[in-house]
């Protein structure tokens, strides 16, 4: 008989809901902030996409750290921090 075995652990603490959130639509502007992984603007496009048949009058801004052991830059955070919601994504 084959058993299978759950790795999930029981959580030592209560799980918190996330309650940051923003409406989206009607002419708000995501920021998607790639680290630099392998094909982390690639993802980040299939994000875009995505999210653009599900929201109207949407504007999608990109950045690339292009390098995922530096930090973003001030000018690029400065920059994402104007948008309505940032994703912020890796790749690999």
């Known amino acids: 008989m084959l058993q299978f075995h759950d790795p999930r652990g029981v959580p030592s603490i209560e ?8 409406p989206l639509g009607g002419g708000s502007t995501i920021a ?13 496009d299939h994000i875009s996409a995505a999210l653009s048949e599900l929201l109207d ?16 830059s ?10 309505d919601a940032v994703v912020a994504a890796y790749g690999h």
């Open 15 to 22: 799980a918190t809901p996330y309650e940051l959130s923003h």
């Open 32 to 44: 998607l902030m790639a680290n630099g992984f392998p094909d982390s603007v690639n993802f980040l």
């Open 57 to 72: 009058d949407v504007t999608f801004v990109p950045f690339d750290k292009g390098n995922a052991s530096a930090l973003a």
């Open 74 to 83: 001030d000018e690029m955070l400065t920059a994402a921090a104007e948008c």
